[in-house]
């Protein structure tokens, strides 16, 4: 049954969402991507992801606009109870969309960490990326802040809802480019379909370049996600 801790974080991502949209330089995306993990051993395991992203609000305007279509795979190794290192590359594909964008590769070193305290989850994730393109390679650091809880109850049951928040970090730098620094806020609401199918629906906040000119940015995130 939905709960009515899940409807008060609702109407706080709908006025959150109401508040963005009165800024300066807001455009809104919308994100909808499909993940597949599966175990190779207790110790390693994959992740592929598919993803699309559009444009549906800019410059006080409603629009719909194809920008870009993601394919990516993660190799995650454990190397204790709580932590693991990962190996990740994603494909970007701008070019079939806009002809002034450019197509993208990327390499991604990650390290992360995960603890408990009763029901809630706390993870702490550290990247090293290398965004590389016909024009330039930019290097990109992140850490991201994570925590996550049932909604209903002390465990999440089949046919119950979770709830996910992050925050994280991002610092682009490259050969002649100047430093640029961005913050996103992350909420999202899931729903354990069956012991292996996740349903999740969310609300991202991005401030890009924050030293500098601000940009503001939100997506609207959903994703269902398969476990082997």
Same mark, same amino acid.
């Given at each position: ?23 300066? +330089? %807001? ?9 597949? +993990? ?13 993803? +699309? ?10 629009? %719909? ?16 109870? +709580? ?10 594909? $701008? ?24 029901? @809630? ?25 994570? *925590? ?12 119950? $809802?979770? %709830? ?8 682009? @730098? ?48 959903? $994703?269902?996600?398969?476990? *082997?």
């Amino acid at each position: 049954m939905y709960s009515i801790n899940n409807y008060k974080l609702l109407i706080g991502l709908l006025l959150f969402s109401v508040f963005i949209r009165g800024q300066e +330089n %807001f455009t809104t995306y919308a994100e909808p991507r499909l993940s597949l +993990n599966y175990n190779l051993s207790k110790m390693y395991s994959h992740n592929w992801t598919v993803a +699309n992203r559009s444009t549906i609000y800019e410059s006080s305007e409603l629009e %719909f606009n194809a920008l870009q279509f993601d394919i990516g795979h993660f190799s995650n190794f454990k190397i204790g109870g +709580n932590q693991s290192l990962s190996l990740g590359i994603l494909f970007r594909y $701008s070019e079939l969309f806009e002809r002034e964008s450019i197509n993208e590769f990327r390499i991604t070193e990650q390290y992360n960490i995960i603890s408990r305290s009763h029901i @809630v989850r706390y993870g702490h994730r550290f990247r090293a990326e290398q965004r590389i393109t016909s024009l330039l390679t930019i290097h990109r650091f992140r850490y991201r802040f994570t *925590l996550d809880l049932p909604l209903e109850g002390q465990n999440l049951d089949v046919g119950e $809802s979770y %709830f996910i928040g992050n925050a994280e970090t991002l610092l682009n @730098v490259g050969k002649d480019l100047k430093p640029i620094y961005e913050q996103r806020f992350t909420a999202n609401f899931g729903w354990l379909l069956s012991s292996k199918t996740k349903l999740q629906f969310g609300l991202e906040y991005r401030l890009l370049n924050f030293t500098e000119t601000i940009l503001h940015r939100t997506l609207l995130l959903s $994703s269902l996600n398969f476990s *082997l």
